[in-house]
């Protein structure tokens, strides 16, 4: 268990003081956060803001990622007992990390809603705090990217995806599966310095636009440290983003998303390479297109949940984290 974890303490959400250390509360029990963190938007002192971006009005295919934040954090309460294996640490001794709960906007005025999510991403950022988003479909990566680079400029990204999300039709739709096209032209993203994984699909009106791609075929072949380097070395130093759609891996392992591919990485994978990023400090971080009324025992949203707290630990690393346990 974590340094602060002592006797069961029921409703942490509501009830815990402190931003760091974790505390014990029954799986089953109490009211809901991200790793029972403390619900608040105060933002003082504050890391890591996790936060659930509930939108699902741009998905090409099953709708339902409206939910996926509750799932994760459901599943969260699973992992809440503090070190982390294989990091052998708990990622809370080191990060102040809170649930800032969820973005808001007027669902009867959807055009409105890209700017709800940049605002509400602004306001965390603005405090001296980064975000953890949980999806939600992949779209609100883009309103988050026109946030984060007000403050750093261009973002090298690396995206876990079946898809490129970079098609380019006549009629210029933008929808969660041509976001990332926008945000190279509108400079959000360096393609240079952008990496997708796992991809394993093909459309009419793609681009490359200098970004270099890992196919799911590749992935498998090259093992999660090779692939790992490739990333490394094509991030550089400057500031970047880290987007995990869950349809990177495969359905065996992450049934309840809205455009399953075959062939994708199982979570084994998924979280090697993550692993083997140690040391990448992540500027913002996001796990999207989670869509639980397609899920299996809560086989995707648990595999998210797992994605989302390594992700914290990759964060507690570059800020000198290491095992204690």
């Avoid at 699902?56 to 992992?79: C, K, L, W, Y």
């Avoid at 294996?85 to 808001?104: N, Q, S």
């Avoid at 992540?282 to 949203?301: I, K």
């Amino acid at each position: 268990m974590g340094k602060d974890v002592g006797q069961p303490l029921t409703d942490a959400a509501f009830r815990r003081n402190d931003l760091k250390g974790s505390t014990f509360e029954a799986s089953y029990a109490g009211t809901l956060s991200f790793m029972r963190r403390k619900y608040t938007r105060d933002l003082t002192g504050v890391d890591v803001a996790v936060t659930g971006i509930p939108l699902d009005i741009t998905v090409s295919n099953r709708p339902g990622t409206r939910f996926g934040p509750e799932a994760i954090r459901r599943a969260t309460a699973q992992h809440a007992w503090g070190p982390v294996w294989p990091w052998r640490f708990d990622p809370f001794d080191t990060l102040a990390c809170v649930d800032y709960g969820d973005c808001e906007w007027d669902w009867g005025s959807p055009q409105t809603i890209p700017d709800a999510i940049t605002a509400h991403v602004a306001s965390v950022l603005s405090a001296g705090a980064t975000t953890l988003n949980l999806g939600g479909d992949h779209f609100t990566t883009y309103p988050t990217l026109r946030a984060y680079a007000a403050k750093y400029g261009p973002l090298g990204i690396v995206q876990f995806d079946a898809h490129r999300d970079v098609e380019e039709g006549d009629d210029g739709r933008l929808d969660h599966g041509s976001m990332f096209a926008y945000a190279v032209r509108e400079g959000l993203i360096d393609p240079s310095r952008s990496v997708q994984v796992g991809i394993r699909t093909c459309f009419r009106g793609e681009q490359s636009h200098g970004i270099t791609i890992l196919h799911a075929d590749r992935v498998h072949e090259m093992g999660a440290e090779a692939v790992a380097q490739v990333i490394r070395e094509t991030l550089g130093d400057g500031p970047s983003y880290l987007t995990f759609d869950i349809d990177c891996l495969d359905p065996a392992t992450a049934p309840g998303t809205g455009t399953p591919v075959p062939g994708g990485l199982t979570s084994y994978q998924a979280l090697a390479i993550l692993r083997a990023l140690k040391g990448v400090d992540f500027t913002g971080m996001d796990v999207v297109e989670v869509s639980p009324p397609y899920d299996h025992a809560e086989m995707t949203s648990n595999a998210a949940a797992m994605i989302a707290i390594e992700m914290l630990c990759l964060k507690a690393w570059a800020q000198g984290a290491r095992p204690d346990v």
